[in-house]
């Protein structure tokens, strides 16, 4: 993970071997896939918290 956020570790001196837009499409595309995780466990948090609200208004908590 940390090697593609790094970009390309080749050597960059002669510019017809690495074109420019491909790590700003890389990077782009870690960004959209790493906020992508965040909203998920965002929805998983928020999914968690109402059942244990309605666990806990049914008194069916399993802790107790």
């Known amino acids: 993970m ?3 956020m790094m970009g390309d570790t080749r050597d960059t ?3 017809q071997t ?3 837009p491909l790590p700003h499409a890389r990077r ?3 960004l959209f896939i790493m906020i992508n995780r965040m ?3 965002l929805e998983l948090i928020k999914i968690g918290v109402n059942q244990a609200k ?3 208004r049914a008194r ?3 802790r107790r």
């Open 2 to 4: 940390m090697l593609l």
């Open 13 to 15: 001196t002669d510019c």
């Open 18 to 20: 690495v074109p420019t």
């Open 28 to 30: 782009r595309f870690i």
């Open 39 to 41: 909203n998920l466990m």
């Open 54 to 56: 309605f666990r806990t």
């Open 60 to 62: 069916t908590d399993r």
